[in-house]
Structure formats: C-alpha cells, structure tokens
C-alpha cells in the first residue's frame, strides 16, 4: 500500500513489519511525532527507506484541518517543519515535525498536543480534570498540586473547580 503524503516527495510504502530496511523499528523515530515507531507497532508505519522518512500510521492520516478548544476562532491547518521556531501554545515546546497552526492569529499546537482530551480523569485526583489555556482572570493563580509552583493565567493547567485543584499541562503529562 503506497501513500503520497504532502510532507514528502516520494510515495510511502506501508510496512506492519518490526523492521525498516535492516533496522529495528525501535531504533527509528517518526518524523511527524518524533517517537519510536515501535510506539504504535500494531498499526504499523508508512516510510520512504531512501530517505529514512517514517510515519505511525496515525500520524500520517491526521487530518489537514481541525477546530479545537483551545482555538475556536478559526480552524487549524496541518503543517510539517522541520527545524521550525514556532512554540507549541500548550506545552511550550518548540514544534518540530507535525503542528497544527492558525497563521492569522500565530497559534500553534503539536498534533500530539492537540489529540490530548479536554477533560480527564486524572489518579492524583478524585474528580474530572478540565485543560483550560490562558484562562483571563488573576483569580486563576492556583498552586500546581504536583509541583507546588505557581500557575499563572498565561499557563496551560487542568484545573478542578469543583474543589480547587490545578495541576500544570506538563505535570500531569510526566505523571501519565
């Protein structure tokens, strides 16, 4: 099965096989994501072995656009840079590879990111945590409950407002 995806020239042949050309998928990372392909083995992985370009199944069949709630003023358009210098607005990290990005307002989410759910339940915590980015109000200043640091209102946290609890995006991802 061949897949000609608009981050490369050549077609990408899929491959549900633990190797890529004589090496081990666990010693191959995926350009979009930057993980191990073996991360999501079982779907398997589309490449192009001449370049050593591979995609997760996943990751190559993200859609080009989406709506999401931490930008619902307009849709975000699937980009792939490399080596770009754009930071991600959820977890602050520099996107490289796969982002989803609104150049009118210059936001910018990864796609891993982006496919993180609104509201989770969290094992530190007894309620449903919501993920909430640059909530306006000064009252939102709350101690992260994991690391004991401040959040501010330009951090993305879970907060819990049933009793309080806010926890930074970073945090609870470490946890997971």
Same mark, same amino acid.
């Given at each position: 099965?061949? /897949?000609?995806?608009?981050?490369?020239?050549?077609? /990408?042949?899929?491959?549900?096989?633990?190797?890529?050309?004589?090496?081990?998928?666990?010693?191959?990372?995926?350009?979009? %994501?930057?993980?191990? /392909?073996?991360?999501?083995?079982? #779907?398997?992985?589309?490449?192009?072995?001449?370049?050593?370009?591979?995609?997760? =199944?996943?990751? #190559?069949?993200?859609?080009?656009?989406?709506?999401?709630?931490?930008?619902?003023?307009?849709? &975000?358009? &699937?980009?792939?840079?490399?080596?770009?210098?754009?930071? %991600?607005?959820? %977890?602050?990290? &520099?996107?490289?590879?796969?982002?989803?990005?609104?150049?009118?307002?210059?936001?910018?989410?990864?796609?891993?990111?982006?496919?993180?759910? +609104?509201? +989770?339940?969290?094992?530190?915590?007894?309620?449903?945590?919501?993920?909430?980015?640059?909530? #306006?109000?000064?009252?939102?200043? +709350?101690?992260?409950?994991? %690391?004991?640091? =401040?959040?501010?209102?330009?951090?993305?946290?879970?907060?819990?407002?049933?009793?309080?609890?806010?926890?930074?995006? &970073?945090?609870?991802?470490?946890?997971?």
């Amino acid at each position: 099965m061949e /897949l000609q995806h608009f981050s490369h020239n050549h077609p /990408l042949i899929f491959n549900n096989d633990m190797q890529t050309n004589n090496h081990s998928i666990d010693e191959t990372c995926c350009s979009a %994501c930057g993980e191990n /392909l073996s991360s999501t083995s079982p #779907a398997g992985h589309y490449g192009c072995v001449e370049c050593k370009y591979f995609l997760h =199944k996943t990751c #190559a069949e993200l859609p080009n656009e989406i709506n999401h709630f931490f930008h619902p003023q307009h849709p &975000l358009t &699937l980009i792939a840079e490399f080596n770009s210098y754009n930071y %991600c607005n959820a %977890c602050t990290d &520099l996107s490289d590879g796969f982002f989803y990005d609104c150049v009118k307002c210059n936001f910018c989410i990864h796609s891993t990111c982006s496919s993180l759910p +609104r509201v +989770r339940k969290f094992e530190c915590h007894q309620h449903p945590i919501t993920l909430h980015i640059n909530p #306006a109000e000064e009252s939102s200043i +709350r101690i992260c409950q994991i %690391c004991n640091i =401040k959040t501010t209102p330009s951090c993305v946290a879970y907060y819990c407002t049933d009793c309080n609890f806010a926890a930074h995006f &970073l945090c609870v991802h470490e946890e997971i």
